[in-house]
């Protein structure tokens, strides 16, 4: 404070606007000629606060003109990404401070870049546009998450090197495993307490008193990406470890449904698993049979076949006609409750 006192206002400003003096190192985008920067962490880990500074970098030094801000709706790109605490106004100097006009969703830098603002609940939004960089915030929470990012990966094809920053807080999402997994992706990783000298203590203390130790607070504040359902009969490892290209001749198909519960069936969500079980060796051990299960096919649809249930709008090939099948499976969570033979 007492240096601050003694710089010229713009001095000041620049010593407190400069990220690189205070962010943690992990803050830093990472060398390479990356395409995604994933950053998996806790809440409070400072993920908006180190998109944006991200952005600000790329339009003051790197020459970016056209950027994509995505957020779970239009109101979390607003009140976030653009107007919130660690959102791009709040960081932005002032002599380099955007102009924000809302009903265009965009934001303008005296150097002419421009940021457009896109909900991940509209996906289409992102047909046309060309851009050049991109920040997409907490896309583990976006409703059409796939589709959404594909078409922002699609429109990522201006400059030499287009790249785009991904902050959120994980989920056990396929989206979320493929950009880990991909070649193309650096990904940091960090817990709420990383942050813990910009966070109100008293709301540490209460995270680690509520949270520490449960599935919640590994998600929320550890930022692990928990694959692991303690209800489950098999977890993703096992299912990985024991995957064949083709099952051997089946002796019964089973086709299970876990219906949503609060609806009517006909609306609901279905989520049909048809299990078969073989008198040959085989992965998995089925457990109402004393042979080998294979889990054959996962499928959600919100038509269902009146004849099997099955989650496949008619016309299609019906699991019912199948050979070896011998009935339906109807569960609710992962508990069986009714059996129709
Ligand atoms: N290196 C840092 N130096 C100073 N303040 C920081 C730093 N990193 C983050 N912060 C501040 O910490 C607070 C939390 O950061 P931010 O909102 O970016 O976290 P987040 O991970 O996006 O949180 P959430 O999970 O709720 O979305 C903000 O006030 C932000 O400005
Ligand atoms: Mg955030």
Known sequence: MALLA???????????????????????????????????????????????EWLREQVELRGRRRIALVARTAADVRDVVIEGESGLLAISPSWNKPLYEPSKRRLTWPNGAIATAYSADEPDLLRG??????????????????????????????????????????????????????????????????????????????YRHRYEGTRLGRQELMGEVLDDNPGALWNRETLDRNRVRVAPDLVRVVVAIDPAVTVPVSDSIMSARARAS????????????????????????????????????????????????RGFVLASGSKEVDCVP
């Open 6 to 52: 003694t710089l010229a206002p713009q001095e000041a400003e620049g010593l407190v606007r400069g990220w690189r003096l205070w962010a943690r190192p992990e803050q830093i985008a990472p060398p390479g000629d990356w395409l995604v920067w994933l950053i998996l962490s806790g809440r409070g880990w400072g993920k908006t606060r180190t998109a944006a």
């Open 129 to 206: 546009p060309q851009h050049d960089a991109a920040a997409a915030d907490e896309l583990a929470s976006w409703q059409y998450a796939q589709q959404t990012w594909d078409n922002l990966m699609l429109s990522l094809r201006l400059g030499d090197h287009p790249q785009v920053i991904v902050t959120t807080t994980p989920r056990p999402l396929k989206i979320i495993r493929q950009l880990m997994q991909s070649p193309s992706t650096v990904v940091t990783r960090g817990t709420t307490f990383d942050n813990a000298a910009n966070l109100a203590p008293s709301a540490l203390a209460e």
């Open 278 to 325: 073989s008198s040959r060796a085989g992965p998995t051990r089925n457990r109402c049979n004393t042979g080998l299960g294979f889990i054959s096919r996962t499928q959600q649809s919100r038509t269902f076949c009146r004849r099997c249930a099955c989650g496949h709008g008619p016309p299609h090939a019906c699991p019912a006609d199948w050979p070896g099948t």
